[in-house]
C-alpha cells in the first residue's frame, strides 16, 4: 500500500505561482510512476502531468503545457508540481497519483493509489 498526502494549495492571483508536493508513504515509490490530475466544481476531473518512475519522461496536458513542471526525488519519495503564470481556470482540487510501473500514464483509471487532494485558487 502507498499513501499519498498533497500540499502546498492556496489561494494565488491570476499570474502567480504554487508548488505542490506529494509525499509519498508505505513504500518507496521509485518504482512508481507518479501523475497530477485536477478537478473543478461542476467538471470531471482530467489529466494535468506525468512522469515515469526514473523522472526521465513526463507528459502535461496541453492546458498546463509551459506553464507547469512535474518531478520527483525519488530520495525523499515526493513528487512536485511547478504550477506557474497560473490562470482563473487553474482553480480546481489537485490530487496526486501514483501506479507501480516504470511508463507514463494519463488516465485516471491507470493509477491505483490517490492522495485526498490540495484546492487551489487562483483569482482575477
Known amino acids: 500500500q502507498v499513501q499519498l498526502v498533497e500540499s502546498g494549495g492556496g489561494l494565488v492571483q491570476t499570474g502567480g505561482s504554487l508548488r505542490l508536493s506529494c509525499a509519498a508513504s508505505?513504500?518507496?515509490?521509485?518504482?512508481?510512476?507518479m501523475g497530477w490530475f485536477r478537478q473543478a466544481p461542476g467538471k470531471e476531473r482530467e489529466f494535468v502531468s506525468a512522469?515515469?518512475?526514473?523522472?526521465?519522461?513526463?507528459y502535461y496536458a496541453d492546458s498546463v503545457k509551459g506553464r507547469f513542471t512535474i518531478s520527483r526525488d525519488n530520495a525523499k519519495n515526493t513528487s512536485y508540481l511547478q504550477m506557474n503564470s497560473l490562470k482563473p481556470e487553474d482553480t480546481a482540487v489537485y490530487y496526486c497519483?501514483?501506479?507501480?510501473?516504470?511508463?507514463?500514464?494519463?488516465?485516471?483509471?491507470?493509477?491505483?493509489?490517490w492522495g485526498q487532494g490540495t484546492q487551489v485558487t487562483v483569482s482575477s
Open positions: 512522469i515515469s518512475s526514473s523522472g526521465g519522461r513526463t
Open positions: 508505505g513504500r518507496t515509490t521509485s518504482s512508481y510512476a
Open positions: 497519483a501514483a501506479r507501480y510501473d516504470f511508463r507514463v500514464f494519463a488516465g485516471g483509471y491507470e493509477y491505483d493509489y
